[in-house]
T-cell receptor, first 112, second 110 residues
Framework: DADVTQTPRNRITKTGKRIMLECSQT?????MYWYRQDPGLGLRLIYY???????NKGEISDGYSVSRQAQAKFSLSLESAIPNQTALYFC???????????FGPGTRLTVT | QKEVEQNSGPLSVPEGAIASLNCTYS??????FFWYRQYSGKSPELIMF????GDKEDGRFTAQLNKASQYVSLLIRDSQPSDSATYLC??????????FGAGTTVTVRA
């Protein structure tokens, strides 16, 4: 089984709908991250969490919220989806003593 | 200004040639750098990391770091069609968060 899983893998939703993307990890890492990827822009950090009680905004947090339900679970919500949130979303994890991040398979989100 | 900038692509090289990818960064306090490979529609996977000035070799890949010039590079020797992918440069700055460049797409022509 994969160390970092994301659900759903693909989602099409309409403008104004609330949507949640979920991430689970079995690596035992304290740190978890949510990124979005758009063509030509690389990976941009939305939110990150260094432990269950520590959640921080990244560079593009507007329009998003997160919940860290447990060490292994980190969810990203779009409260009211808009078309420019159409992107590929990645969850990642890391160990506090290392900088390397391990990525999930991604969720392709389309907002129509 | 982004913390990490990658030279513009795409880069096309013939099979067997050397592919050279470059990355510059703006924060002299950066600690370590990573090169991730990403196939189309897939997640990034780590291929190299480097902490110290100089070269680091791993098989056909060589990462180079020059902290004085704030410059990181990746060389892919004997390029193969399977190396065709987007390569992301990332730097670890405060609190070990990674800042990613926009990526360079490499195509290896058979």
């Amino acid at each position: 089984d994969a160390d970092v899983t994301q659900t759903p893998r693909n989602r099409i939703t309409k403008t104004g709908k609330r949507i949640m993307l979920e991430c689970s990890q079995t690596k035992g890492h304290d740190r978890m991250y949510w990124y979005r990827q758009d063509p030509g822009l690389g990976l941009r950090l939305i939110y990150y969490s260094f432990d269950v009680k520590d959640i921080n905004k990244g560079e593009i947090s507007d329009g998003y919220s997160v919940s860290r339900q447990a060490q292994a679970k980190f969810s990203l919500s779009l409260e009211s989806a808009i078309p420019n949130q159409t992107a590929l979303y990645f969850c990642a994890t890391s160990d506090p003593l290392e900088s390397e991040q391990y990525f999930g398979p991604g969720t392709r989100l389309t907002v129509t | 200004q982004k913390e990490v900038e990658q030279n513009s692509g795409p880069l096309s090289v013939p099979e067997g040639a050397i592919a050279s990818l470059n990355c510059t960064y703006s924060d002299r306090g950066s600690q370590s750098f990573f090169w991730y490979r990403q196939y189309s529609g897939k997640s990034p996977e780590l291929i190299m990391f480097i902490y110290s000035n100089g070269d680091k070799e791993d098989g056909r890949f060589t990462a180079q770091l020059n902290k004085a010039s704030q410059y990181v590079s990746l060389l892919i020797r004997d390029s193969q069609p399977s190396d065709s992918a987007t390569y992301l440069c990332a730097g670890a700055f405060n609190d070990y968060k990674l800042s990613f460049g926009a990526g360079t797409t490499v195509t290896v022509r058979a």
